[in-house]
């Protein structure tokens, strides 16, 4: 089941523009992670905000977490062609039963940077 | 490795095989993940490997789906009797630690399973 829920589905900006996306969860968790997708790749990790951070900044990432609403934000910022792909977020909930963090997937964001 | 190496990348069978599909994690990473992806859509659990049991096999679908990592490195996922809703990628991933506020996970390229 998918933990986490995008919003928007898609999204199509011009070069230059920002970007920005929303995840929704459920469940308590202990760290939220957002991954890029590239058309027929493999997932790439992007930045991780744990549980106990509000906002968190990586090059032209801003992320945010509110825990109170369950919910984070992805900021591309002066988006370029390039940026176009997929984007995840995935929560990561500790399991004793596991010994580690099960992390579970959203449906994901399309995003589409014209030139 | 120098990462996540998934083998076969592509695989065509028809329906009512068995099929196995090989991921090599990154080398010393103890968590091992399978998610399946459908297109169009995220990454669904399948099973999680902490050294060579299995962790959480809650999101396997069925008792055809099966996967093995004896040793703690190498994983296998095993379909028995293939169907058609079968196809779709299936994702590896490794990850190095198991503690609480870190889980960045590190993915190959996936195998793509048609199931004719």
């Known amino acids: 089941s998918q933990q986490g829920e995008e919003d928007p589905q898609a999204l199509s900006i011009q070069e230059g523009e920002n970007a920005t996306m929303n995840c929704s969860y459920k469940?308590?968790?202990?760290?939220l992670q957002w991954y890029r997708q590239n058309s027929g790749r493999g997932l790439v990790h992007l930045i991780l905000i744990r549980s106990n951070e509000r906002e968190k900044h990586s090059g032209r990432l801003r992320v945010t977490l509110d825990t109170s609403k369950k919910s984070s934000s992805l900021l591309i910022t002066a988006s370029r062609a390039a940026d176009t792909a997929s984007y995840f977020c995935a929560t990561a909930r500790w399991t004793i039963k596991a010994a580690g963090n099960k992390l579970t997937f959203g449906g994901g964001t399309r995003v589409l940077v014209k030139p | 490795g120098a990462g996540v190496s998934q083998t076969p990348s592509n695989k065509v069978t028809e329906k009512g095989k068995y099929v196995e599909l090989r991921c090599d994690p990154i080398s010393g990473h103890t968590a091992l993940y399978w998610y399946r992806q459908s297109l169009g859509q995220g990454p669904e659990f399948l099973i999680y490997?902490?050294?060579?049991?299995?962790?959480?096999d809650s999101g396997l679908p069925n008792d055809r789906f099966f996967a093995v990592r004896p040793e703690g490195s190498v994983s296998t996922l095993k379909i028995q009797r293939t169907e058609r809703g079968d196809s779709a990628v299936y994702l590896c991933?490794?990850?190095?630690?198991?503690?609480?506020?870190?889980?960045?996970?590190?993915f190959g390229e996936g195998s793509r399973l048609t199931v004719l």
């Open positions: 991933a490794s990850s190095q630690t198991i503690a609480m506020d870190t889980g960045e996970l590190f």
């Open positions: 469940t308590s968790i202990n760290n």
């Open positions: 490997f902490q050294g060579t049991g299995a962790a959480d």
